[in-house]
């Protein structure tokens, strides 16, 4: 009867600690969280039917750990790690876990990547034609932004007397007003010595006469 019970307790030792024995250590912790701050994300974007698409790029992910993005609970691992994004303005959340054996899916790092705001109306004709317009930057949120505020604030840039409109249909600010008035006294002293020097050269002709 011993002799079964020590079997007994023998066969639970070897079969029920494999799962607990296999612990995720300190050290095993520490490492697999300098591989995960060690992943890197950007994003870069490229014009298309005058509106930006996004793609997000999450690099150095290696065998250790994997990325799940949390809206969509995507995951991505070495072999896929860019992907295209058409939502401007937006904050991507993205988990990193352990990918070992005895730490599996345990989270590492959360990083996090917030895509620019794009303005649609920088996109429009009339944008090209003031392109200093506050509300013609390309980057900006205008999500409150009505067509009919836009409207209104453009036609107070135009009418503003800071604003002269050119023959070719561009916007010049009053830069030669501002420059003299910047440079007045300069202006003054060589305007003065330029009609002293004419005086001076009329006087030397009417005396050789």
Known sequence: MRGKFLILIFAVFCVVPLDCMAEC??????????????VQTSYNYSVVEKRPEFTVNINNITNDVYVKERETDSIITKEIND???????????????????????????????????????SAIN?????????????????????????????EKYKASDAMVIDDDGGTNGNIIIEFFAQNKKWIMIITASIILIMLLLFVKRRMKK
């Open 83 to 121: 992907f295209d994004i058409d939502v401007s303005g937006k904050t991507m959340i993205y988990d990193i876990y352990s990918n070992d054996g005895n730490c599996k899916d345990k989270l590492l790092l959360t990083k996090y990547v917030t895509l620019p705001n794009y303005n649609a109306f």
């Open 126 to 154: 009339d944008c090209t034609i003031y392109p200093e317009f506050k509300y013609c930057k390309m980057w900006m949120n205008t999500e409150n932004i009505t067509q009919e505020v836009f409207d209104s604030e453009l």
């Open 25 to 38: 250590s300190y050290e095993r912790q520490a490492e697999l969280s300098r591989i995960a701050a060690n």
